[in-house]
């Protein structure tokens, strides 16, 4: 994985510029992300780049907006694990975008991981292991499934909105989903994943997925694989360990944006030493 920078100075017509959504395109099918520095851009800027890269946005139930197309990214002030950002739902977005309208000054550094690299490290046993599909199980408030159904399902967009035909119909459109209504309103949720797939820009096998990753806003999920055999909290260590020896890190600038194929690159982020910081997110389907 190389360390890709494009700045500013390279693109005339700054974010608007043609050659640098493709030269992002570029970056994203040969190293799975890139780093825009020098644009320093305004929110509505940043929100324009994600609509030029995603076709369709989605956002996490659990964050606040910061635009139509954005939310401010807020996970305390410990270290995140490495994961697939929304990883455990059922529409798992192919680019993301961090906009750091003022980075820290100490602290904080987002990390970044190839799950092609990591998928080359596995030994045979290991790869046929994770080769299987994977069930994630998680509890889940009515407010926050709402909130995510009202943004995926094309014929409502709030969450006072949901009935049960259209979960039932999010259900149907996408196999794999199960769940549990209980009576305060909270569902067991069940979901059906890959935790190795094809990137969506170059094709290539990554180990891509939310094992190794947070759960700030959300209940701990439980992994099963298709064998019937939980993930375990050691197998999980083993696997952030190996991860961790082809992790780099994005140490901000003001007015930097990173962008990531969500497909392939798995990212995190150091333990925050500075709290005086302003990180945004825009994701989406391309």
């Keep these: 994985m190389k360390y890709n920078i494009l700045r500013q100075s390279d693109f005339g017509a700054g974010l608007d510029d043609p050659d640098l959504l493709d030269a992002i ?98 030994d045979d046993a290991r790869k046929a292991r994770w080769s299987q599909k994977m069930t994630v199980e998680r509890v889940l408030p009515e407010l926050l499934w709402k909130r995510y159904l009202a943004n995926e399902h094309p014929a409502i967009s709030r969450p006072e909105e949901v009935t049960m035909a259209h979960v039932l119909q999010f259900q149907q459109a996408l196999p794999g989903q199960g769940f549990d209504l209980h009576e305060d309103g909270s569902l067991t949720y069940r979901l059906s994943v890959d935790p190795v797939r094809a990137s969506a820009f170059s094709g290539g096998m990554g180990f891509a997925n939310a094992v190794l990753g947070p759960s700030h806003n959300y209940q701990p999920p439980r992994y099963r694989l298709a064998d019937g055999s ?57």
């Design 25 to 122: 395109r570029a970056d994203l099918t040969s190293d799975g992300w890139t780093l825009l520095r020098g644009f320093r851009p305004g929110m509505a800027q940043f929100a324009g780049l994600v609509s030029a890269l995603c076709s369709r946005v989605t956002f996490d139930p659990a964050r606040n907006h910061s635009s139509d197309h954005t939310q401010m990214v807020d996970a305390g002030l410990g270290p995140i694990g490495l994961h697939i950002e929304n990883g455990n739902t059922p529409r798992c977005p192919d680019i993301v975008t961090f906009f750091a309208e003022r980075a820290a000054f100490e602290g904080s550094q987002t990390t970044i991981c190839d799950g092609v690299q990591v998928w080359d490290s596995f």
């Design 230 to 286: 939980d993930v375990t909290p050691d197998e999980i260590e083993e696997i952030r360990a190996l991860a961790e020896t082809v992790t780099h890190e994005i140490n901000w600038q003001d007015g930097d944006i990173a962008v990531l194929d969500n497909t392939r690159v798995m990212h995190g982020r150091r333990a925050i030493a500075d709290a005086d910081r302003n990180l945004f997110i825009g994701m989406g389907s391309l």
